[in-house]
């Protein structure tokens, strides 16, 4: 389900005005939830204390990310939209 909710890119400092979770259909995303930017793929935390919305993950936080199959679906999904080809 889709949100209305402001946030910029750590990363790439894109305004983002709306996210899409990828588990419960009507949960509202809340501090500590991951987030992709639909710009540069960047991986980002919410924190309501930020004046962005979002701040970098640690890297202890991005390996917890990077094991979750949810996300590894959404970074493969935003890779074939943006035509972003992976060298393996
Ligand atoms: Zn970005």
Same mark, same amino acid.
């Given at each position: !389900?889709?949100? /209305?909710?402001?946030?910029?890119? =750590?990363? $790439? ?15 509202? =995303? ?5 987030? !992709?930017?639909?710009? $540069? ?15 970098? =993950?640690?890297? +202890? ?5 990077? /094991? ?5 679906? /959404? !970074? !493969? +999904? ?11």
């Amino acid at each position: !389900m889709e949100h /209305a909710l402001e946030t910029r890119c =750590p990363f $790439c400092k894109r305004k983002n005005d709306h996210c899409s979770n990828v588990g419960s259909e009507h949960s509202q =995303p809340t501090d500590g939830d991951v987030t !992709m930017c639909i710009g $540069c793929g960047g991986l980002a935390i919410y924190d309501s204390k930020s004046e962005s919305g979002l701040r970098v =993950p640690s890297v +202890a936080e991005i390996i917890d990310v990077l /094991a979750d199959q949810d996300v590894e679906k /959404a !970074m !493969m +999904a935003w890779q074939r939209v943006v035509g972003y080809k992976l060298d393996k």
